[in-house]
């Protein structure tokens, strides 16, 4: 643990901009677990009285239309958005990996049908399919997972594939099977974990695209519904009032889903080299 | 004597890495004769191939030449920019590369690729370019040159293409040529082919050559001089005779003491290590034998590319016979040596004795049960498979990067032995990790922090940790650099005078085969062509294709030709 510690702070400092990559996702991620203690204000409590203010001390971001605190709702948003990109692309990841590797591994007849699904889900115009698969289950945060994680599927089905692929036949997998190890046990305890290392630029540049998807559900209205903060409604919503000069309500969640998708875009390249054993010396 | 064609003179070079800056040659200087051949032989890491790419200015962008000079023509090629290095490239200097299927473009025809070269040196019109291409590709004896200068890479063999190889780096008729390991990867009688045209069309047109090469026998067959590199210094620069009748470098003896050409057994295999149990008294012939093959048969299926007419139809079924009705039989304790050229099916053997694979037909028994119909799937969980273990080609490969040396040789046990403790499963493994010279303090690291001496050992210790009484050795040395090699040889011979583990060792190199193997068989193109004691087989080779494996040999100077009465 301390090795891989300090392997990590070994390639951080080699690479500022994984470092500052890092630093933002690390905060983003403590942003999110304590929302709800360094709010200064109820994100959904409306106060019509203080409605669409400026930026000011008391409201660092400004307020919005119905008086809220658009700073409480960009951090209560902030946990929303991560914890549907990383459940959708949690659950694309395991079943693509786990799918992607017994293809890869056993080829033949499920390699080929699998191939084909894959190729015709790719196919579609996948915002559309996720557009497509919300409307049909219905506008709850579960479907917006599941719309993300089925779009998400198939890059991990082919990415986790073609890894297994190239290394089906080395040395080490027949060793395994000499050593006794089963087909099943090969795969899950000798090929996934190698190919962990390239699979973790995948999560994180999807990580990134997941956060997008889902905004831009909800930016539609196909997603969360209002009151409940999240970046793509706060977008929604204070585009309205961007002709009459109040910028700040779209500015800064606006800014907020850039900076996050950034972050988790620069963070995959860093990620794998401290993933990948063979970079340590 | 003439000027030297080239004249190294003080040549340092050094690398920056992560631990520091790492000096790679130390004051390397030799010369070059005009038509001369010069060998440099060396273990990996000697600076051998480092010399060769700093001399033709393709050195990696870590690496800096911090003194010296090379001068080539009345040039100092250290000190020429890119530009003047690339007109002297291809046309007045140039280099075969190590691995003929990588070095060449996949996508190009290979004739396309010579006049290429040409073109940017020499442009002519391409009525006279495509003369000097089929030339080309004549003076390397390829048969029908019109015909392989439309092949593209992949159609042709690994001697073949490193035919191609040579004949793109002569095409310019250059002065020096510097060849890295040319034949390295190529079967023992492609190898001599390839070295012969080279020879001859190196003398032919008066090139000074440097040939790289870690093999002494080789170096001493072709060379003129040899330079022998250790850790980037230059140990010893002699002619051939003289290296091998008076070494003067501990270095060279030491390094010709390992070379397996060099000796008739194999206690005598650098001697310097410990000393060898003595071979037990040769086991009863008629002991119950740990492995018998009878009929062991298997194909495989031409791919053939389907067009839209016959889509839906069953695919073509020409079949490749791999193996075809091997028998054969092993005793306890006995060493069996399996040779062959590459694709002749001895891999395809070893892993359905091992069933990694299942066979089409035959029967394998192990200590008298038949084992043939158990699937590969299901072996895995049966407690025969401790029985028969396996060590692989190249120990790099065949460890998982991401389990370290304990975990790599217990994992056999959890699977094997499930029953162990793991106090008894902790030492079990030193124990095995001690039986093959490995040093606990290793057994937390991971395969890329060890050397290839001691991934070799990993690999062996994990075979050996389940007390396998049958042990298939795919070519365990093939990868390994002489010194490394001789004391893996030594140890396997050690495993099996101390616990009677027999071996069934796959290879090409009849060499080392000689040295470790009670018995020989010989396979070609699928089928068993010659089978008895090393000693017959070498002495009195019966049939055509092992005669012509014997002659193929490199020989050290002076040794007497193996086979020869």
């Known amino acids: 643990m301390i090795a891989t510690l300090r392997h990590a702070g070994w390639v951080l400092r080699g690479n500022p901009v994984t470092a500052v990559a890092t630093l933002g996702a690390v905060l983003l991620l403590m942003l999110a677990a304590f929302a709800p203690w360094l709010m200064p204000y109820d994100p959904i409590e409306s106060d019509v009285a203080s409605a669409l203010q400026p930026p000011s001390a008391a409201h660092w971001a400004g307020t919005d239309q119905l008086g809220r605190d658009i700073l409480s709702r960009l951090m209560a948003a902030t946990r929303l958005d991560l914890a549907i990109a990383a459940s959708a692309v949690g659950v694309s990841f395991v079943l693509g990996a786990v799918i992607g590797s017994f293809c890869g591994y056993r080829g033949g007849r499920l390699d080929r049908v699998v191939g084909r699904v894959v190729d015709v889900l790719m196919a579609f115009p996948l915002f559309v399919l996720a557009m497509a698969l919300v409307a049909a289950l219905g506008n709850r945060v579960e479907n917006i997972i599941i719309a993300t994680a089925v779009i998400n599927l198939p890059f991990y089905i082919r990415f986790a594939r073609a890894e297994v692929n190239v290394r089906r036949d080395a040395g080490w997998v027949e060793a395994a099977r000499a050593g006794g190890e089963g087909h099943l046990s090969v795969v899950l305890r000798f090929l996934l974990p190698n190919i962990l290392p390239a699979m973790a630029v995948q999560i994180s540049l999807n990580l990134g695209w997941a956060i997008l998807n889902a905004a831009g559900l909800s930016f539609l209205g196909l997603g969360v519904t209002a009151p409940t903060p999240e970046w793509g409604i706060m977008v929604a919503e204070g585009a309205r009032f961007i002709s009459a000069g109040q910028w700040w309500l779209v500015a800064f969640p606006g800014l907020a889903l850039m900076l996050a998708v950034l972050c988790f875009n620069l963070l995959g390249d860093g990620l794998r080299d401290i993933l990948d054993p063979r970079m340590r010396t | ?565």
């Open chain 2, 1 to 565: 004597m003439t000027a030297p064609l080239l004249s190294v003179r003080d040549l340092s070079v050094e690398f920056r890495t992560r631990s520091g800056i790492v000096p790679a040659l130390k004051h390397v200087s030799f010369d070059l004769a005009p038509g001369e051949m010069l060998g440099i032989v060396g273990e990996s890491g000697s600076g051998k191939s480092v010399t060769a790419f700093t001399l033709l200015g393709l050195l990696d962008r870590a690496g800096r030449v911090s003194s010296g000079q090379a001068m080539f023509g009345g040039q100092d090629l250290l000190r020429l920019g890119q530009g003047a290095l690339n007109e002297l490239r291809g046309a007045a200097m140039s280099i075969v590369f190590q691995n003929p299927r990588t070095a060449l473009n996949p996508i190009r025809p290979v004739g396309v690729q010579i006049a290429d070269v040409i073109a940017r040196h020499d442009a002519g019109s391409t009525a006279t370019l495509r003369a000097r291409v089929l030339d080309a590709l004549r003076q390397m004896r390829i048969a029908e040159p019109e015909r392989r200068a439309s092949a593209y890479p992949y159609e042709l063999s690994g001697g073949m293409c490193q035919r191609i190889g040579i004949a793109m780096a002569l095409a310019c008729a250059p002065r020096l040529l510097i060849a890295d390991e040319p034949t390295t990867g190529l079967d023992v009688t492609t190898q001599a082919a390839v070295m012969d045209v080279f020879r001859d069309a190196v003398r032919r047109g008066g090139v000074g050559t440097i040939f790289i090469t870690h093999d002494l026998a080789l170096a001493s067959e072709y060379c003129d001089r040899i330079l022998v590199m250790q850790s980037g210094e230059v140990v010893e620069d002699a002619p051939v005779a003289e290296i091998f009748t008076r070494p003067r470098h501990p270095y060279t003896r030491r390094l010709l003491r390992s070379t397996p050409s060099s000796v008739d057994v194999i206690d005598d295999l650098s001697p310097d290590e410990e000393p060898l149990p003595p071979a037990p008294p040769r086991g009863d012939r008629l002991a119950a034998p740990v492995l018998e093959v009878r009929g062991l048969s298997k194909s495989y299926a031409f791919a053939r590319p389907r067009g839209l007419s016959n889509f839906w139809k069953p695919r073509d079924t020409a079949m490749l016979r791999a193996v075809d009705g091997v028998d054969l039989v092993i005793r306890p304790g006995e060493a069996v040596g399996l040779v062959g050229e590459s694709g002749c099916g001895k891999s395809t053997l070893s892993r359905m004795i091992n069933r990694l694979i299942a066979a089409d037909a035959g029967e394998v028994l192990l200590q008298g049960t038949p084992i043939q119909r158990i699937s590969p799937g299901r072996f895995a969980s049966l407690p025969q498979r401790r029985l028969i273990q396996m060590v692989f080609q190249d120990p790099t490969e065949s460890l998982n990067p991401r389990f370290s040396v304990f975990e790599a040789i217990a994992d056999p046990v959890g699977q094997l032995l499930p029953h162990e403790g793991r106090a008894a499963l902790r030492a079990r493994v030193e124990r095995a990790a001690t039986r093959v010279g490995l040093p606990l303090a290793l057994l937390p690291r991971y395969p890329h922090q060890l050397s290839g001496g001691q991934k070799a050992r990993v690999g062996i210790a994990r075979a050996m940790v389940v007390e396998p009484r049958l042990l298939v050795l795919d070519e365990p040395t093939s990868a390994l650099d002489v010194s490394v090699q001789a004391v893996v040889l030594r140890l396997l011979t050690r495993l099996r005078r101390e616990e009677g583990v027999a071996q069934l060792f796959v290879s090409h190199d009849l060499n080392v085969v000689r040295l470790l193997c009670d018995r020989i068989i010989v396979m070609y193109k699928g089928k068993i062509v010659e089978s008895g004691t090393a000693e017959q087989v070498f002495n009195r080779p019966a049939h055509d294709y092992t005669r012509s494996l014997l002659a193929a040999i490199p020989r050290l100077r002076g040794q007497r030709a193996l086979g020869a009465t």
